[in-house]
Protein backbone atom coordinates (compact mmCIF):
# COMPACT_ATOMS: atom_id res chain seq x y z
CA UNK A 1 0.00 0.00 0.00
CA UNK A 2 1.39 3.45 -0.93
CA UNK A 3 -0.04 6.53 -0.33
CA UNK A 4 0.62 10.33 -1.37
CA UNK A 5 -0.77 13.42 0.56
CA UNK A 6 -0.76 16.38 -1.67
CA UNK A 7 -1.92 20.13 -1.08
CA UNK A 8 -4.11 21.91 -3.18
CA UNK A 9 -4.67 25.82 -2.86
CA UNK A 10 -7.80 26.97 -4.34
CA UNK A 11 -8.06 30.64 -5.88
CA UNK A 12 -9.42 33.37 -4.48
CA UNK A 13 -13.18 33.85 -4.80
CA UNK A 14 -15.34 36.66 -5.91
CA UNK A 15 -16.12 38.14 -3.01
CA UNK A 16 -12.34 37.31 -1.56
CA UNK A 17 -9.64 39.85 -1.57
CA UNK A 18 -6.31 39.46 -2.54
CA UNK A 19 -4.65 41.39 0.63
CA UNK A 20 -6.14 38.58 2.79
CA UNK A 21 -4.15 35.71 0.93
CA UNK A 22 -2.35 34.37 3.95
CA UNK A 23 -1.19 30.45 2.78
CA UNK A 24 1.63 30.28 -0.13
CA UNK A 25 2.60 27.57 -1.88
CA UNK A 26 6.72 27.45 -1.90
CA UNK A 27 9.14 25.17 -3.78
CA UNK A 28 11.90 23.58 -1.32
CA UNK A 29 14.93 24.06 -3.62
CA UNK A 30 15.14 28.10 -5.26
CA UNK A 31 15.97 26.22 -8.68
CA UNK A 32 13.30 28.19 -11.08
CA UNK A 33 11.96 24.52 -12.03
CA UNK A 34 11.61 23.35 -8.54
CA UNK A 35 8.09 22.29 -7.61
CA UNK A 36 6.07 23.10 -4.59
CA UNK A 37 6.27 20.94 -2.34
CA UNK A 38 6.04 22.67 1.29
CA UNK A 39 2.61 25.18 2.62
CA UNK A 40 3.66 28.03 4.49
CA UNK A 41 0.93 29.66 7.00
CA UNK A 42 1.44 32.22 9.94
CA UNK A 43 0.98 31.33 12.98
CA UNK A 44 -2.06 32.73 14.12
CA UNK A 45 -0.42 33.88 17.72
CA UNK A 46 2.34 35.61 16.65
CA UNK A 47 2.50 36.58 12.65
CA UNK A 48 6.74 36.89 12.48
CA UNK A 49 6.57 33.10 12.99
CA UNK A 50 5.00 30.88 10.04
CA UNK A 51 4.58 27.39 9.88
CA UNK A 52 5.94 25.25 7.19
CA UNK A 53 3.83 22.14 6.19
CA UNK A 54 5.90 19.52 3.67
CA UNK A 55 3.72 17.06 1.14
CA UNK A 56 4.08 15.20 -2.03
CA UNK A 57 3.03 18.04 -3.66
CA UNK A 58 1.19 21.22 -3.66
CA UNK A 59 -0.85 22.79 -5.99
CA UNK A 60 -1.14 26.44 -5.68
CA UNK A 61 -4.19 28.64 -6.93
CA UNK A 62 -3.08 28.58 -10.59
CA UNK A 63 -3.27 24.63 -11.22
CA UNK A 64 -5.78 23.21 -13.38
CA UNK A 65 -8.30 20.53 -13.09
CA UNK A 66 -6.08 18.55 -15.89
CA UNK A 67 -2.93 19.12 -14.34
CA UNK A 68 -4.29 17.59 -10.91
CA UNK A 69 -5.31 14.67 -12.83
CA UNK A 70 -2.44 14.13 -14.88
CA UNK A 71 -0.28 14.24 -11.74
CA UNK A 72 -1.81 12.82 -9.64
CA UNK A 73 -4.75 10.28 -10.89
CA UNK A 74 -3.85 9.51 -14.05
CA UNK A 75 -0.77 7.38 -13.10
CA UNK A 76 -3.45 4.71 -10.79
CA UNK A 77 -4.95 4.00 -14.10
CA UNK A 78 -2.46 2.02 -14.72
CA UNK A 79 -2.45 0.15 -11.28
CA UNK A 80 -5.79 -0.12 -11.51
CA UNK A 81 -5.76 -2.45 -14.69
CA UNK A 82 -3.03 -4.72 -13.26
CA UNK A 83 -5.81 -5.29 -10.27
CA UNK A 84 -4.80 -2.91 -7.63
CA UNK A 85 -7.43 -0.83 -6.05
CA UNK A 86 -7.09 3.19 -5.99
CA UNK A 87 -8.68 5.97 -3.32
CA UNK A 88 -9.14 9.10 -3.67
CA UNK A 89 -9.81 11.68 -1.35
CA UNK A 90 -10.88 15.06 -1.02
CA UNK A 91 -10.26 16.65 2.69
CA UNK A 92 -11.04 20.04 4.00
CA UNK A 93 -13.16 22.68 5.03
CA UNK A 94 -16.34 23.30 3.55
CA UNK A 95 -15.74 25.92 0.90
CA UNK A 96 -12.33 24.80 0.12
CA UNK A 97 -12.78 23.31 -3.58
CA UNK A 98 -13.32 19.27 -2.14
CA UNK A 99 -16.32 18.79 -4.85
CA UNK A 100 -14.59 20.94 -7.37
CA UNK A 101 -11.83 18.74 -7.15
CA UNK A 102 -13.83 15.61 -7.40
CA UNK A 103 -16.71 16.45 -9.54
CA UNK A 104 -16.01 19.61 -11.04
CA UNK A 105 -17.84 21.50 -13.45
CA UNK A 106 -19.71 21.33 -16.59
CA UNK A 107 -17.29 22.68 -19.10
CA UNK A 108 -15.06 20.22 -20.41
CA UNK A 109 -12.02 22.13 -18.91
CA UNK A 110 -13.73 21.88 -15.46
CA UNK A 111 -14.46 18.73 -15.54
CA UNK A 112 -12.84 16.82 -12.17
CA UNK A 113 -10.72 13.99 -10.93
CA UNK A 114 -14.29 11.80 -11.22
CA UNK A 115 -15.05 12.40 -14.70
CA UNK A 116 -11.56 12.13 -16.09
CA UNK A 117 -10.87 8.74 -14.32
CA UNK A 118 -14.13 7.50 -16.05
CA UNK A 119 -12.70 8.36 -19.18
CA UNK A 120 -9.56 7.30 -18.65
CA UNK A 121 -10.78 3.70 -17.19
CA UNK A 122 -13.12 3.36 -20.73
CA UNK A 123 -10.05 4.17 -22.60
CA UNK A 124 -8.17 1.45 -20.85
CA UNK A 125 -10.70 -0.22 -21.66
CA UNK A 126 -10.83 -0.76 -25.13
CA UNK A 127 -6.81 -0.41 -25.36
CA UNK A 128 -7.40 -3.85 -23.22
CA UNK A 129 -9.80 -5.47 -25.31
CA UNK A 130 -8.37 -4.22 -28.57
CA UNK A 131 -4.54 -5.47 -27.15
CA UNK A 132 -5.78 -9.24 -26.04
CA UNK A 133 -7.82 -9.21 -29.22
CA UNK A 134 -11.02 -9.52 -27.44
CA UNK A 135 -9.80 -12.13 -25.40
CA UNK A 136 -10.52 -9.94 -22.35
CA UNK A 137 -13.63 -8.14 -21.58
CA UNK A 138 -13.56 -5.28 -19.40
CA UNK A 139 -16.87 -4.79 -17.44
CA UNK A 140 -17.48 -1.57 -15.68
CA UNK A 141 -19.88 -1.16 -12.70
CA UNK A 142 -20.56 1.69 -9.75
CA UNK A 143 -21.92 1.70 -6.88
CA UNK A 144 -22.15 5.51 -4.94
CA UNK A 145 -23.03 5.85 -1.57
CA UNK A 146 -22.53 8.15 1.50
CA UNK A 147 -21.55 7.73 5.46
CA UNK A 148 -23.92 9.73 7.50
CA UNK A 149 -23.57 10.01 11.09
CA UNK A 150 -21.53 6.63 10.68
CA UNK A 151 -24.44 4.98 8.63
CA UNK A 152 -24.61 3.95 5.23
CA UNK A 153 -27.13 5.29 2.69
CA UNK A 154 -27.14 4.23 -1.04
CA UNK A 155 -27.26 7.22 -3.34
CA UNK A 156 -29.74 4.57 -5.78
CA UNK A 157 -32.50 4.00 -4.05
CA UNK A 158 -34.70 6.59 -3.44
CA UNK A 159 -37.22 4.62 -0.59
CA UNK A 160 -34.07 4.35 1.84
CA UNK A 161 -34.63 3.32 5.45
CA UNK A 162 -33.43 5.67 7.91
CA UNK A 163 -30.94 2.85 9.81
CA UNK A 164 -28.98 2.71 6.79
CA UNK A 165 -27.46 -0.55 4.72
CA UNK A 166 -25.75 -2.97 6.96
CA UNK A 167 -22.29 -3.88 6.58
CA UNK A 168 -20.58 -7.61 7.02
CA UNK A 169 -17.72 -9.20 7.07
CA UNK A 170 -16.88 -10.86 4.20
CA UNK A 171 -14.19 -13.16 3.91
CA UNK A 172 -11.54 -10.69 6.22
CA UNK A 173 -13.48 -7.87 3.04
CA UNK A 174 -15.91 -5.56 4.73
CA UNK A 175 -18.93 -5.68 2.22
CA UNK A 176 -22.20 -3.40 2.49
CA UNK A 177 -25.57 -5.42 2.25
CA UNK A 178 -27.82 -4.61 -0.45
CA UNK A 179 -25.98 -1.90 -2.16
CA UNK A 180 -27.10 -1.29 -6.11
CA UNK A 181 -24.53 -1.99 -8.28
CA UNK A 182 -25.20 -0.31 -12.01
CA UNK A 183 -23.34 -1.70 -15.13
CA UNK A 184 -21.88 1.29 -17.07
CA UNK A 185 -20.46 0.62 -19.82
CA UNK A 186 -19.78 3.91 -21.45
CA UNK A 187 -18.80 7.65 -20.09
CA UNK A 188 -22.75 8.99 -21.02
CA UNK A 189 -24.20 6.18 -18.85
CA UNK A 190 -21.67 6.84 -16.43
CA UNK A 191 -22.61 10.39 -16.37
CA UNK A 192 -26.19 9.82 -16.58
CA UNK A 193 -26.39 7.49 -12.98
CA UNK A 194 -23.86 9.96 -11.44
CA UNK A 195 -25.60 13.31 -11.72
CA UNK A 196 -29.27 11.04 -11.13
CA UNK A 197 -27.54 9.93 -7.80
CA UNK A 198 -26.11 13.45 -6.59
CA UNK A 199 -29.75 14.59 -7.14
CA UNK A 200 -30.73 12.04 -4.20
CA UNK A 201 -27.75 13.40 -2.10
CA UNK A 202 -29.34 16.86 -2.05
CA UNK A 203 -33.12 15.77 -1.63
CA UNK A 204 -31.94 13.27 1.08
CA UNK A 205 -29.93 15.72 2.72
CA UNK A 206 -33.18 17.97 3.16
CA UNK A 207 -35.23 14.45 4.58
CA UNK A 208 -32.47 13.84 7.31
CA UNK A 209 -31.59 17.34 8.35
CA UNK A 210 -28.20 16.71 6.69
CA UNK A 211 -26.46 19.23 4.10
CA UNK A 212 -23.82 17.46 2.10
CA UNK A 213 -21.29 18.90 3.86
CA UNK A 214 -21.79 16.68 6.66
CA UNK A 215 -21.62 13.45 4.69
CA UNK A 216 -18.74 11.80 3.53
CA UNK A 217 -19.89 10.58 -0.56
CA UNK A 218 -18.03 7.54 -1.44
CA UNK A 219 -17.53 6.74 -5.58
CA UNK A 220 -17.16 3.46 -6.21
CA UNK A 221 -16.18 1.95 -9.83
CA UNK A 222 -15.35 -1.55 -10.00
CA UNK A 223 -13.39 -2.73 -12.69
CA UNK A 224 -14.02 -6.76 -13.96
CA UNK A 225 -11.25 -7.91 -16.69
CA UNK A 226 -12.65 -11.64 -17.80
CA UNK A 227 -9.89 -13.81 -19.69
CA UNK A 228 -11.56 -17.40 -20.19
CA UNK A 229 -11.76 -18.56 -16.76
CA UNK A 230 -9.37 -15.77 -14.89
CA UNK A 231 -10.78 -12.83 -13.47
CA UNK A 232 -9.17 -9.54 -12.18
CA UNK A 233 -11.40 -7.56 -10.01
CA UNK A 234 -9.99 -3.78 -8.53
CA UNK A 235 -11.85 -1.22 -7.37
CA UNK A 236 -11.33 2.87 -7.28
CA UNK A 237 -12.88 4.62 -4.63
CA UNK A 238 -13.33 8.46 -5.30
CA UNK A 239 -14.43 10.18 -1.80
CA UNK A 240 -15.40 13.76 -1.25
CA UNK A 241 -15.41 14.02 2.56
CA UNK A 242 -17.35 15.66 4.34
CA UNK A 243 -16.33 19.10 6.16
CA UNK A 244 -13.54 18.99 7.96
CA UNK A 245 -14.03 22.16 10.19
CA UNK A 246 -14.76 21.87 14.14
CA UNK A 247 -19.07 21.85 13.89
CA UNK A 248 -18.71 22.51 17.61
CA UNK A 249 -17.33 25.97 17.68
CA UNK A 250 -20.41 27.24 15.99
CA UNK A 251 -23.28 24.63 16.27
CA UNK A 252 -24.48 23.46 19.69
CA UNK A 253 -27.44 21.46 19.05
CA UNK A 254 -27.84 17.97 19.48
CA UNK A 255 -28.28 16.38 16.40
CA UNK A 256 -24.99 18.41 15.37
CA UNK A 257 -23.10 17.21 18.10
CA UNK A 258 -23.82 13.68 17.00
CA UNK A 259 -22.76 14.72 13.50
CA UNK A 260 -19.82 16.35 14.24
CA UNK A 261 -18.77 13.67 16.32
CA UNK A 262 -18.93 11.22 14.00
CA UNK A 263 -17.30 13.10 11.22
CA UNK A 264 -14.35 13.84 13.36
CA UNK A 265 -14.14 10.45 14.51
CA UNK A 266 -13.64 8.92 10.99
CA UNK A 267 -11.45 11.79 9.81
CA UNK A 268 -9.44 11.34 12.54
CA UNK A 269 -8.98 7.55 11.63
CA UNK A 270 -8.39 8.25 8.45
CA UNK A 271 -5.60 9.94 9.76
CA UNK A 272 -4.28 7.80 11.31
CA UNK A 273 -4.62 5.20 8.51
CA UNK A 274 -3.21 7.54 6.20
CA UNK A 275 -0.57 8.33 8.89
CA UNK A 276 0.21 4.58 9.44
CA UNK A 277 0.24 3.89 5.93
CA UNK A 278 2.91 6.17 4.53
CA UNK A 279 5.20 5.24 7.48
CA UNK A 280 4.86 1.69 6.06
CA UNK A 281 3.66 0.14 10.04
CA UNK A 282 2.37 -3.20 9.93
CA UNK A 283 -0.72 -1.65 11.55
CA UNK A 284 -3.07 0.68 10.44
CA UNK A 285 -6.33 1.10 12.28
CA UNK A 286 -8.63 0.80 9.62
CA UNK A 287 -11.38 -1.15 11.36
CA UNK A 288 -11.95 1.87 13.71
CA UNK A 289 -14.26 3.58 11.71
CA UNK A 290 -16.64 2.83 9.43
CA UNK A 291 -15.82 4.76 6.01
CA UNK A 292 -11.62 3.13 6.38
CA UNK A 293 -13.09 -0.42 7.15
CA UNK A 294 -15.48 -0.17 4.43
CA UNK A 295 -12.57 0.89 2.23
CA UNK A 296 -9.89 -1.14 3.54
CA UNK A 297 -7.57 1.10 3.98
CA UNK A 298 -4.46 -0.13 4.08
CA UNK A 299 -5.70 -3.91 3.19
CA UNK A 300 -4.41 -4.81 0.06
CA UNK A 301 -1.56 -3.46 -2.10
CA UNK A 302 -3.22 -0.34 -3.61
CA UNK A 303 -2.84 2.80 -3.78
CA UNK A 304 -4.04 6.19 -2.09
CA UNK A 305 -4.25 9.95 -2.74
CA UNK A 306 -5.50 12.34 -0.42
CA UNK A 307 -5.85 15.80 -2.00
CA UNK A 308 -6.04 18.22 0.84
CA UNK A 309 -7.83 21.44 0.04
CA UNK A 310 -7.25 24.78 1.52
CA UNK A 311 -8.88 28.30 0.95
CA UNK A 312 -5.73 30.63 0.97
CA UNK A 313 -7.78 33.75 2.99
CA UNK A 314 -7.51 34.74 6.02
CA UNK A 315 -10.88 34.09 7.33
CA UNK A 316 -10.18 30.17 7.23
CA UNK A 317 -6.67 30.86 9.05
CA UNK A 318 -7.73 28.69 12.32
CA UNK A 319 -9.47 25.96 9.99
CA UNK A 320 -6.82 25.64 7.26
CA UNK A 321 -3.79 25.13 9.97
CA UNK A 322 -6.38 22.44 11.90
CA UNK A 323 -6.17 21.11 8.30
CA UNK A 324 -3.00 21.03 7.83
CA UNK A 325 -2.20 19.99 11.19
CA UNK A 326 -4.61 16.84 10.72
CA UNK A 327 -2.69 15.91 7.16
CA UNK A 328 0.81 16.22 8.43
CA UNK A 329 2.22 16.34 12.18
CA UNK A 330 5.75 17.18 11.23
CA UNK A 331 5.51 20.64 10.67
CA UNK A 332 8.53 23.02 10.63
CA UNK A 333 8.16 26.76 12.53
CA UNK A 334 10.39 29.07 10.91
CA UNK A 335 10.75 33.15 11.68
CA UNK A 336 9.95 36.22 9.48
CA UNK A 337 12.44 38.80 9.11
CA UNK A 338 13.54 40.56 12.35
CA UNK A 339 11.36 43.55 11.40
CA UNK A 340 8.16 42.06 11.43
CA UNK A 341 8.95 40.43 15.06
CA UNK A 342 7.01 42.10 18.31
CA UNK A 343 9.83 44.69 20.33
CA UNK A 344 9.62 44.62 23.85
CA UNK A 345 11.77 47.39 25.74
CA UNK A 346 14.84 45.19 27.36
CA UNK A 347 13.91 43.63 31.09
CA UNK A 348 9.56 44.63 30.48
CA UNK A 349 7.50 42.32 31.66
CA UNK A 350 6.29 41.36 27.59
CA UNK A 351 9.94 41.03 27.09
CA UNK A 352 10.40 37.93 29.83
CA UNK A 353 7.28 36.23 28.73
CA UNK A 354 8.33 35.83 25.29
CA UNK A 355 11.61 34.98 26.29
CA UNK A 356 10.18 32.14 28.27
CA UNK A 357 8.16 31.25 26.20
CA UNK A 358 10.26 30.61 22.92
CA UNK A 359 12.34 28.47 25.50
CA UNK A 360 9.20 26.07 26.01
CA UNK A 361 8.88 25.58 22.37
CA UNK A 362 8.83 22.78 20.83
CA UNK A 363 11.89 21.56 18.92
CA UNK A 364 11.64 24.30 15.84
CA UNK A 365 14.22 24.90 13.26
CA UNK A 366 14.84 28.33 12.24
CA UNK A 367 16.72 27.66 9.16
CA UNK A 368 14.44 29.91 7.00
CA UNK A 369 13.45 27.66 4.23
CA UNK A 370 14.14 28.17 0.80
P1 LIG B 1 -16.25 22.19 -0.88
O1 LIG B 1 -16.81 21.06 -1.67
O2 LIG B 1 -14.93 21.88 -0.26
O3 LIG B 1 -17.22 22.75 0.12
P2 LIG B 1 -16.44 23.63 -3.37
O4 LIG B 1 -15.82 22.64 -4.30
O5 LIG B 1 -17.92 23.72 -3.39
O6 LIG B 1 -15.93 23.41 -1.88
O7 LIG B 1 -15.76 25.03 -3.67
C1 LIG B 1 -16.19 26.26 -3.08
C2 LIG B 1 -16.24 27.33 -4.16
O8 LIG B 1 -14.94 27.58 -4.68
C3 LIG B 1 -17.10 26.95 -5.35
O9 LIG B 1 -17.74 28.11 -5.81
C4 LIG B 1 -16.09 26.45 -6.36
O10 LIG B 1 -16.56 26.61 -7.68
C5 LIG B 1 -14.91 27.35 -6.09
N1 LIG B 1 -13.63 26.67 -6.38
C6 LIG B 1 -13.04 25.74 -5.61
N2 LIG B 1 -11.87 25.33 -6.13
C7 LIG B 1 -11.72 26.02 -7.29
C8 LIG B 1 -10.71 26.05 -8.31
N3 LIG B 1 -9.61 25.28 -8.24
N4 LIG B 1 -10.90 26.90 -9.35
C9 LIG B 1 -11.99 27.68 -9.42
N5 LIG B 1 -12.97 27.69 -8.50
C10 LIG B 1 -12.85 26.88 -7.45
MG1 LIG C 1 -18.63 20.04 -1.41
Redesign the pocket.
Known sequence: MSVRVVA?L??L?ENELEKDTIVEAVAASADSGADPTIVRIPNPKNEAEAYSFVFNSVYDQQ?TQQQIFDHEIAPTVKHLFKGFDVTIF?Y??????????MKG?KALADRGVIPRLLSAVYRRSRKVEKDTEGNTQVEVTMSYYEIYCDKVFDLFDDKRSPAGLPIRDNGGKTVVVGLTEKPCATLKEFEQLYDQANLNRSTSATKLNASS?RSHAVLCVKVVQTTGDHVKISTASAI?LA?SEDNRRTENGKERMVESASINKSLFVLAQCVEAISKKQSRIPYRESKMTRILSLGQNDGFTVMIL?LAPVRSYHLDTLSSLNFANRTKKIEVNEVENKPFFRPGSKQEKAATVSSLQAPAVNRQPLR
Open positions: RRPLTAGVTGTGKTHTGSDGN
